[in-house]
């Protein structure tokens, strides 16, 4: 059980472009989501926190204007990078609870040309 | 406000022998303790997790860690690695459901 899926698992586009990424639990209602960025060898980044229904909480320094959360059902929350530039490359990845812990999906890896 | 130290940004050990990954934690209140295991390119596994009870607790893979409050301490072991243990991981600390802090991550290297 608790299992998160992510889709797509890579994207590469365009420079000005918006990019879609899903995450989903697969077996379990969610009541928060989050989402995190990874540079490489670096630890997780924690990019804002979605509760079903409400408006995503970001953290310092994070655009909410660019990275665009949406948390529509306790099964599925959306991230979108609007305007993707280069330095916008990373691995995002996502996370779900609906008590401790939180289990992580299988991240998603995006490259801006 | 809560943080997380991992000692040791890469250990290498030879396969078969054991593997010690330390992790210190501060914080003010009480929190749960977890060791997530993320293999290259992939997102991170849950390996074990403290929530109360126990001060050892075992988990997945053969990896277990002990819970130590007054040296504020959750180090991970395993007794015999494999070269499959190959990966980063990370010590993190939450207050409940609420957001978690990771540590920087420990690169494990198994020689052969």
């Known amino acids: 059980g608790a299992v998160v899926s992510q889709h797509p698992s890579w994207v590469i586009c365009k420079s000005g472009t918006s990019v879609k990424i899903e995450c989903r639990s697969l077996d379990f209602q969610a009541t928060t989501m989050f989402w995190y960025r990874q540079f490489p060898k670096q630890s997780l980044m924690l990019m804002a926190t979605s509760n079903e229904g409400s408006k995503a909480t970001y953290e310092q320094g994070v655009e909410k204007d660019k990275f665009l959360i949406n948390h529509a059902s306790l099964t599925l929350s959306t991230l979108t990078v609007t305007s993707a530039h280069p330095e916008d490359s990373s691995f995002y990845i996502c996370s779900a609870t609906d008590r401790v812990p939180q289990y992580f999906g299988p991240g998603t890896r995006l490259t801006v040309l | ?112």
């Open chain 2, 1 to 112: 406000a809560q943080s997380v130290t991992q000692l040791d940004s890469q250990v290498p050990v030879f396969e078969e022998a054991p593997v010690e990954l330390r992790c210190n934690y501060s914080s003010s209140v009480s929190v749960y303790l977890f060791w997530y295991v993320q293999y290259p390119n992939q997102g991170l596994q849950l390996l074990l997790k403290y929530l109360s009870g126990s001060t050892l607790v075992k988990g997945i893979n053969g990896f277990e860690a002990e819970f130590n409050k007054s040296q504020t301490s959750f180090h991970l072991r395993k007794p015999s690695v494999h070269i499959s243990d190959t990966a980063e991981y990370f010590c993190a600390v939450s207050k409940g459901d609420d957001k978690i802090i990771f540590g920087k991550g420990t690169r494990l290297h198994i020689l052969p």
